[in-house]
């Protein structure tokens, strides 16, 4: 693996840089392979080495699975993340008081590594605005916040600068950055060929503008994250030395385990792949000083609410134990009622791709469930589940007909291990196979 000159050239003099290693490391044929457990699934995952330090819920592997023949993949019983990315969990606990109720941004979020890990992370009746400015990135990112499962998320599809309409508004902020992507060289050594100073330069002024852009919306004594998976100054410690310069902002410092082998740099925290088992990343944490109390504006309610009639159709498929009901068209949504204020502020203000739970949609006085509803943990309890095999399972993600030795009719949750993977109607000559064909698997086995 040929690294680009120009970039070893300007690390020098690095905190943690030491070229010989980190050439040696990006030659070697290591790969690190690392997942994070979903912990409202508790799944028993084969394969596991041991755990992340920085991380509850983070496994190093020790080999790479087939994770598209993994049903369990495909359940939400993990995601598969670069070890050091899952640092974003120490920066969190360590400067945010978790057990109460707040309000966290995720700017830059497509596909969902740092927003699924925030959503196990944070309270039920905290807010997850979940935001990707791609649109068919954003489509993703809604798809794997599905997966994982939970109702306190928003999933949106705006420019940073959008934000500016919520100002003082959140509690949290992070901003994982689009960059120069160096730090994944090792995991993907084709990037290498897009790599340049120019790109670098480039980068560093977007990640500006865009944390200029957000800023406004985090609240006075709140908390930006930052990071990166470059490992270019420009981007890492020249934007920490700026937020400081132009904004009234405090760096806030973490304390990190000599054993880790994370590199404290000026104001950050560098994970250099020849001193941690991960790959390349930069993170630093910020306090805002100043900023306006967030006064909620009064909005003209923008959802309709589903009628008794309704309500009871839908009682029939969702736990409704502190949830509220919306109507879009004849989609019906479950909001959870402490965050409704919110998601509604949020419609009225954002490109909202996706709210809560999507539970299905009303037809001739009967709900037809949607994916969503099966994956959320919010499904009634009267509601049946139908375990598969293996090869049925693998079958169902493929959507391929099965056959199933049953005398059980009617809409059932197909699981795995007990883990649900979406909805069959099991009718008395075949089985209708509900699993959202964009998902499907589409290799053979
Ligand atoms: N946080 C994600 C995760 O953990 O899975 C990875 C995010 S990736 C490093 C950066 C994201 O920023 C990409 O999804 C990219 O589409 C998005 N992005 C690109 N240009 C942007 C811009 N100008 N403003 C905000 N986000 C942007």
């Keep these: 693996m040929q690294l680009p000159s120009a970039l070893l050239h300007s690390l020098h003099g690095l905190e943690g840089f ?67 990315s899952m640092f974003l969990e120490q920066a969190l606990r360590q400067t945010t008081d978790m057990s109460r109720p707040f309000r966290v941004l995720d700017l830059c979020a497509a596909p969902g590594g740092k927003s699924t890990h925030i959503q196990s992370l944070i309270s039920k009746d905290s807010l997850l605005v979940s935001n990707e400015v791609i649109r068919s990135r954003a489509g993703i990112l809604k798809d794997n916040m599905i997966k994982w499962g939970s109702a306190n998320v928003v999933v949106t599809n705006n420019d940073p600068k959008e934000f500016a309409r919520l100002s003082n508004y959140f509690d949290v902020i992070i901003v994982d950055a689009p960059c120069s992507g160096s730090g994944l060289f090792r995991k993907d050594p084709e990037a290498i060929a897009e790599w340049s100073e120019n790109n670098v330069a480039l980068c560093s002024q977007r990640q500006q ?104 159709i839908v009682n029939n498929w969702v736990k409704a134990d502190g949830l509220s009901f919306i109507k879009h068209e004849d989609t019906v949504y479950a909001w959870p009622e402490i965050l409704y204020n919110d998601f509604n502020l949020l419609l009225a203000h954002l490109r909202v791709v996706y709210s809560g ?89």
């Design 357 to 445: 739970v999507l539970a299905g949609e009303l037809m001739r006085e009967k709900l037809i469930p949607d994916h969503a509803l099966a994956m959320s943990g919010l499904v009634a309890d009267s509601v049946g589940k139908i375990e598969l095999t293996y090869d049925d399972a693998i079958k169902y993600l493929q959507r391929k007909e099965f056959r199933l030795e049953t005398t059980i009719r009617g809409w059932q949750i197909a699981t795995y291990q007990g883990h649900p993977l979406g909805w069959v109607n099991i009718l008395p000559n075949r089985i209708n196979n509900y699993y959202p064909k964009e998902l499907r698997i589409l290799k053979d086995f």
């Design 209 to 312: 503008r865009i944390l200029a852009d957000v800023l406004p919306a985090l609240k006075k004594d709140g908390i930006l994250i930052y990071s990166t998976c470059s490992y270019s100054r420009q981007e890492d410690e020249e934007i920490v030395d700026w937020l400081n310069k132009e904004f009234s902002v405090a760096p806030v410092a973490l304390s990190v385990d000599p054993g880790w082998g994370i590199t404290i740099s000026d104001g950050g925290y560098r994970f250099w792949p020849d001193k941690v088992k991960g790959e390349g990343f930069f993170i630093a944490c910020f306090q805002k000083k100043e900023g306006d109390v967030y006064v909620a504006p009064k909005i003209k309610e923008k959802v309709e609410s589903i009628t008794i009639k309704e309500k009871a």
């Design 18 to 84: 030491n070229k010989e290693s980190f050439e040696a490391v990006h030659s070697s044929a290591e790969q690190i392979t690392s997942i994070r457990l979903n912990p409202l699934r508790q799944a028993a995952i084969q394969n596991q080495k041991s755990g992340i330090p920085w991380t509850e819920q983070g496994y190093y592997l020790e080999s790479r699975p087939s994770f598209t023949f993994d049903p369990l993949f495909h359940a939400g019983c993990y995601y598969v993340q670069e070890a050091s």
